[in-house]
């Protein structure tokens, strides 16, 4: 009995090549896909939508708005259920119930009836990003975390690329409701799959009245330095990177290009990008640290950011696409390191970092379209540098300072122990 519970004690997590580490990375990746698949699958068809209900641009903006809104409001109480009934097991039932709320929306026939049905399937969905990162930070290796990060992070946007750009043509050539019903079939198919391929947790151990309690665990989180700063890069960098998309097609359809809404809906084409980047920002952090591929991410981001200005339609993509590579390669690394640094209440922690990144992008993507509405496409696209430079500031000021404070210890250590010999 003592053998079996120090071997369990000693576990350190899947490693990387392990036939359980796979299972779990391709468990995530299609549990990314079928969430954000359905998160997103109404943004790409939002005239249809407004015509079809007969409502205004801005009423059928709300069908996105709500949901991430659903989202951004259950990751806190989604994180308490993961830790009374298991992580696996509240991603199932939170899978699940989305599926069937997204077989329910092409019913919608009403305004109110939809918004209503959007918010709880948000709510539903809350339950991925709020659990995700800490069911891979407890069950694989350490040293391994920010690769199955980044995977799960590029699920995450092939669920929103596909979301986006199957909806649009089907709708196109049917109507709304064929569309996002066709999204709702295959996040059923990506569901089934991580039910079936989700390993059964090994270090999770259920929470009792004997541990911390919910505040306790949410102020360890909150009052850390390091923790906030990787917060603030969720609101800042999540909120600009949105307010970019939401508002680029308004941008692309004016006057200055006149494209049709056929052709808009292909900048989503760039998620593609970011598929990528999240993983090989991933691979990245790995060799040569989290801090420099988050500071260099962000840098890429601001870069793309300002290509958009220019007139030229070539070089706004190209601007789109260094933008996207950018801002994934940014949130897989901060979202893993979030699950990695926590060391109480790492639930709680996740989902902390989920609520500030629907938070910035409800609060600023919001925000992002009233500067452009009232100044134009620089302002709004300086605004967004500027959020991206105080992100880069606030992650690099807290690097060094924890540099330093290393340093003093290590400096004070070696005198004391000189002073002692002494």
Same mark, same amino acid.
Request: without cysteine; glycine residues 12%.
């Given at each position: 009995?003592?053998?079996?519970?120090?071997?369990?004690? /000693?576990?350190?997590?899947?490693?990387?090549?392990?036939?359980?580490? #796979?299972?779990?990375?391709?468990?995530?990746?299609?549990?990314?896909?079928?969430?954000?698949?359905?998160?997103?699958?109404?943004? $790409?068809?939002?005239?249809?939508?407004?015509?079809?209900?007969?409502?205004?641009?801005?009423?059928?903006?709300?069908?996105?708005?709500?949901?991430?809104?659903?989202?951004?409001?259950?990751?806190?109480?989604?994180?308490?259920?993961?830790?009374?009934? $298991?992580?696996?097991?509240?991603?199932?039932?939170?899978?699940?119930?989305?599926?069937?709320?997204?077989?329910?929306?092409? =019913?919608?026939?009403?305004?109110?009836?939809?918004?209503?049905?959007?918010?709880?399937?948000?709510?539903?969905?809350?339950?991925?990003?709020?659990?995700?990162?800490?069911?891979?930070?407890? /069950?694989?290796?350490?040293?391994?975390?920010?690769?199955?990060?980044?995977?799960?992070?590029?699920?995450?946007?092939?669920?929103?690329?596909?979301?986006?750009?199957?909806?649009?043509?089907?709708?196109?050539?049917?109507?709304?409701?064929?569309?996002?019903?066709?999204?709702?079939?295959?996040?059923?198919?990506?569901?089934?799959?991580?039910?079936?391929?989700?390993?059964?947790?090994?270090?999770?151990?259920? $929470?009792?009245?004997?541990?911390?309690?919910?505040?306790?665990?949410?102020?360890?989180?909150?009052?850390?330095?390091?923790?906030?700063?990787?917060?603030?890069?969720?609101?800042?960098?999540?909120?600009?990177?949105?307010?970019?998309?939401?508002?680029?097609?308004?941008?692309? /359809?004016?006057?200055?290009?006149?494209?049709?809404?056929? =052709?808009?809906?292909?900048?989503?084409?760039?998620?593609?990008?970011?598929?990528?980047?999240?993983?090989?920002?991933?691979?990245?952090?790995?060799?040569?640290?989290?801090?420099?591929?988050?500071?260099?991410? %962000?840098?890429?981001?601001?870069?793309?950011?300002?290509?958009?200005?220019?007139?030229?339609?070539?070089?706004?993509?190209?601007?789109?696409?260094?933008?996207?590579?950018?801002?994934?390669?940014?949130?897989?690394?901060?979202?893993?390191?979030?699950?990695?640094?926590?060391?109480?209440?790492?639930?709680?922690? %996740?989902?902390?970092?989920?609520?500030?990144?629907?938070?910035?992008?409800?609060?600023?993507?919001?925000? $992002?379209?009233?500067?452009?509405?009232?100044?134009?496409?620089?302002?709004?696209?300086?605004?967004?540098?500027?959020?991206?430079?105080?992100?880069?500031?606030?992650?690099?000021?807290?690097?060094?300072?924890?540099?330093?404070?290393?340093?003093? #210890? #290590?400096?004070?250590?070696?005198?004391?122990?000189?002073?002692?010999? %002494?």
């Amino acid at each position: 009995m003592t053998a079996t519970t120090d071997v369990t004690l /000693e576990w350190e997590g899947h490693p990387r090549g392990s036939r359980e580490y #796979k299972r779990l990375v391709a468990a995530l990746l299609f549990a990314g896909i079928a969430t954000f698949a359905q998160l997103y699958s109404v943004q $790409g068809i939002l005239p249809l939508i407004a015509s079809g209900l007969e409502i205004t641009p801005s009423q059928s903006s709300l069908a996105v708005g709500l949901a991430t809104v659903g989202v951004a409001v259950s990751v806190l109480p989604w994180s308490v259920v993961a830790d009374r009934i $298991g992580r696996v097991k509240a991603m199932s039932i939170s899978i699940v119930v989305a599926t069937i709320l997204g077989l329910v929306v092409p =019913l919608s026939s009403s305004l109110p009836v939809l918004l209503s049905i959007r918010f709880f399937e948000g709510a539903a969905l809350g339950g991925l990003p709020a659990i995700a990162i800490a069911y891979l930070s407890e /069950e694989v290796h350490r040293n391994h975390t920010a690769l199955a990060a980044a995977t799960y992070v590029s699920g995450t946007t092939l669920g929103g690329l596909l979301g986006r750009i199957v909806a649009g043509p089907v709708a196109e050539v049917t109507n709304w409701r064929i569309g996002t019903l066709t999204v709702s079939i295959l996040a059923a198919v990506a569901a089934t799959l991580f039910l079936v391929l989700a390993p059964v947790p090994r270090r999770f151990r259920a $929470g009792d009245s004997a541990g911390p309690s919910l505040g306790t665990r949410l102020w360890a989180n909150l009052k850390e330095p390091g923790m906030l700063v990787l917060y603030a890069q969720a609101f800042l960098l999540m909120g600009g990177f949105v307010a970019i998309y939401n508002f680029l097609g308004f941008r692309l /359809e004016g006057s200055g290009f006149g494209l049709p809404q056929s =052709l808009i809906s292909l900048i989503f084409l760039a998620y593609l990008s970011g598929t990528v980047s999240s993983r090989v920002a991933g691979q990245l952090a790995v060799r040569h640290g989290r801090a420099g591929v988050l500071a260099g991410s %962000t840098l890429l981001m601001i870069a793309g950011v300002g290509l958009t200005i220019s007139s030229n339609l070539i070089v706004i993509l190209v601007g789109l696409v260094i933008l996207t590579v950018g801002f994934f390669a940014a949130h897989a690394i901060a979202s893993g390191w979030t699950g990695q640094r926590a060391t109480v209440g790492r639930a709680q922690a %996740t989902s902390l970092y989920n609520l500030f990144y629907y938070g910035g992008s409800s609060v600023v993507g919001w925000l $992002g379209g009233v500067v452009y509405q009232q100044f134009g496409w620089t302002a709004m696209a300086l605004f967004v540098m500027g959020l991206a430079v105080l992100a880069l500031i606030a992650a690099a000021s807290h690097h060094a300072l924890t540099n330093r404070t290393a340093i003093q #210890k #290590k400096t004070a250590i070696t005198t004391n122990r000189s002073t002692t010999l %002494t």
